[in-house]
């Protein structure tokens, strides 16, 4: 899933594709380079954030979507909290809501996932992006979060929801301390009771930062590369990530050593193994 921010004060690429035209460029570059899924947000939900009124993230998500529908096959995802959003971008051509609040900010949300039939990313969050990461505190983070995303599906599944077509994001940043995202990233495996695909968001977090040296976001893909590697060995079937090429290659290895396979190629001399012919005149 590849990171398209159609914002001014997203953390990492933040005013960079606020244009539709640069938008657009650059979700249909994303999907010539390897994503599946294209996600396109027009609020940010950094820490500290504050919400953006309906009609201007419309304003920002709704053409971008339109053109890249036309443009490539790869899946659309539309990044908001909010269901009249939701619904505009899902009539624009995306099938996808991801919605930080786990269908909690808007009671409407779950209703017109059902009504359009979307897929539905359900996120978990402790607080709001405004004050979630004010000391959050846990007990067993995952077992938490496991549980959150119980009642999250029994929500989801008396509003009509699909779920068969819902994929739970631990919230990885998201009203969390470090630890508890490294807690998370290690033990994911635990979420595969719930039965559920599983996306995994760490591209150039904070978290990752602290670990080497406090390097800026746009430093952060070596870190990334290791979080998403990390993340699929133990059980992530979507990573978001902004620097597509480079993580699909981590993904592809990865996944690679997870299934105990070579990767698909044409085989190479070095690899056959064929015994030497003799020869018949001895």
Request: one cysteine or more; charged letters at 25%.
């Amino acid at each position: 899933m590849g990171i398209l921010n159609v914002t001014p004060d997203s953390f990492s690429d933040g005013g960079l594709y606020l244009d539709a035209d640069k938008a657009v460029a650059h979700g249909l570059d994303m999907a010539a380079k390897g994503a599946d899924i294209i996600d396109v947000g027009g609020e940010s939900t950094r820490p500290g954030a504050e919400p953006v009124e309906e009609e201007e993230e419309m304003r920002r998500v709704l053409p971008v979507i339109e053109r890249l529908a036309r443009g490539t096959d790869a899946l659309l995802s539309v990044d908001t909290n909010k269901a009249t959003v939701a619904r505009a971008a899902l009539k624009a051509g995306a099938s996808i809501v991801n919605d930080i609040s786990g269908l909690g900010f808007d009671p409407r949300m779950a209703g017109v996932v059902a009504e359009e039939d979307a897929a539905l990313v359900l996120m978990h969050i402790k607080g709001t992006p405004n004050d979630m990461n004010v000391c959050p505190t846990y007990d067993d983070v995952v077992q938490e979060v496991t549980q959150y995303f119980r009642e999250r599906l029994s929500y989801a599944q008396a509003a009509g929801v699909d779920l068969d077509r819902v994929v739970l994001d631990p919230g990885i940043g998201f009203g969390k301390t470090t630890r508890h995202n490294y807690t998370l990233l290690r033990d994911l495996g635990r979420l595969a009771e719930l039965g559920r695909p599983i996306l995994l968001g760490t591209s150039r977090k904070r978290f990752i930062g602290e670990a080497i040296g406090n390097k800026p976001a746009e430093e952060r893909v070596w870190g990334t590369a290791a979080s998403v590697a990390c993340g699929v060995f133990t059980g992530a079937h979507i990573v978001r990530v902004h620097d597509v090429p480079e993580m699909v290659d981590v993904v592809r290895v990865t996944e690679a050593v997870v299934s105990a396979a070579q990767p698909e190629r044409e085989a190479t001399q070095q690899d056959k193994c064929v015994a030497p012919t003799q020869s018949s005149g001895s």
